[in-house]
């Protein structure tokens, strides 16, 4: 039940709804949307107080209005636990797609689970975002990017970006497109990896042998038996 409606029945229910924090901490845009949104977050976040946020993003990351929303959003990401992205085909003529809008957030130590997921037809995701979002989350736990296809963009000469708590990393489903978002593998070095899931299809033998050798060679992470 939306907790906008818990404020209707009676007061006693209203101070329940918003004395219950988490009842706001949980956020799902749908774009395009209403021109006003910032405002009803603005509540939102309000409601919210100190409490880990979960974020859902989806739709047409071109639709009017996005990149201000997205800068509205990331204001608060030192708050963010949980993010989702999905994106949807939109209507512009750019072929890449960049979700963050034209602000790089600042740190983002709550943030333990990131998806990414993708139905975009002949349009790609822009690397780089998405290295500096990993990058600003030194406690991120779970990584997942599911039908993004591909990554363009990718510095493979530069120095790896290292993610000691990293956990999980998983790449989903694929389509015939001859790139693929598990070239992020070639970027990234994870000394604490538990769960890697990828299709194969894109990354080489002799790439996949080198990124296991150099998960085993690196020093064991505190508390690790």
């Known amino acids: 039940m939306p907790p906008m409606l818990l404020l209707n029945i009676c007061h006693a229910w209203t101070d329940i709804a918003l004395s219950t924090l988490a009842l706001w901490a949980a956020i799902d845009v749908v774009l395009p949307c209403a021109k006003r949104l ?18 859902s993003l989806q739709g047409d990351f071109d639709a009017e209005g996005f990149h ?3 800068e509205f959003i990331w204001q608060h990401g030192h708050q963010m ?7 949807g085909n939109g209507d512009g003529n750019d072929a890449e797609v960049d979700v963050f809008g034209t602000l790089i ?26 290295l500096d979002l990993l990058r600003l989350a030194p406690n991120l736990v779970e990584c ?18 290292v993610l ?25 070095s994870l000394p604490g990896l538990e769960v ?4 194969g299809r894109h990354v080489s033998g002799y790439n996949l042998f080198r990124f296991f050798g150099e998960v085993i060679a690196a020093p064991p992470r505190a508390g690790s038996g």
């Open 38 to 55: 910032n405002e009803v977050l603005a509540i939102w976040f309000h409601r919210a107080r100190n409490h880990p946020l979960a974020i």
């Open 68 to 70: 201000a929303l997205a």
């Open 81 to 87: 636990k949980h993010l989702k992205i999905r994106v």
């Open 105 to 130: 957030p600042g740190p983002l130590p709550l943030l333990e689970t990131v998806t990414i997921r993708g139905l975009i037809h002949e349009r790609a995701l822009h690397g780089p975002p998405i």
């Open 144 to 161: 997942i990017l599911d039908e993004v296809v591909p990554v363009w963009n990718l510095n493979l000469t530069s120095k790896k970006l």
């Open 164 to 188: 000691p708590n990293l956990r999980r990393l998983m790449f989903g489903l694929r389509t015939q497109n001859p790139d693929s978002d598990d070239d992020l593998l070639r970027c990234l």
């Open 196 to 199: 890697l899931s990828l299709s």
